[in-house]
């Protein structure tokens, strides 16, 4: 059940909260689909997340003007075959941002079926890459 982005992103806040208490203050955060969204809503202006990371991101089922107040390293792992937002959508979405890196996953829809190393592999390529070129943890 969807809350309008409210509920969901109080519980992006009490997983972060979570996460600290167990001694995480500098964290990478990531989300899937419309979870991509209210993650990146927290992690934007929350000090604790120093790099984003969103898959599957629905570019043409809720408006993300939001990005654009995106100032931290982010990649974008998106399905070329997405329904709910191509690669080239993202691209046009994101356009101008220069610390936001969109990821292209061959023959992926949505849900990636199928294509969870290739997945895996973008998002490690990209924090190994952050964490070898700037100070964020």
């Not at 329904?83 to 046009?92: C, I, K, M, N, Q």
Request: charged share 20%.
């Amino acid at each position: 059940v969807h809350d309008d982005g409210n509920g969901e992103q109080r519980d992006v806040v009490a997983a972060i909260d979570a996460m600290q208490q167990y001694g995480c203050d500098r964290m990478v955060g990531i989300g899937y689909s419309f979870g991509s969204i209210q993650m990146l809503k927290v992690g934007i202006d929350d000090p604790r997340i120093v790099i984003l990371g969103a898959m599957g991101f629905p570019v043409l089922a809720y408006p993300v003007e939001f990005i654009r107040n995106c100032t931290k390293p982010t990649v974008i792992v998106q399905g070329e075959e997405d329904l709910f937002g191509s690669p080239a959508d993202v691209r046009t979405a994101t356009a101008g941002i220069h610390h936001i890196e969109v990821v292209t996953v061959a023959g992926a829809g949505h849900f990636f079926d199928g294509k969870a190393e290739a997945v895996a592999a973008a998002f490690a390529t990209f924090v190994k890459k952050q964490l070898t070129t700037q100070s964020l943890l």
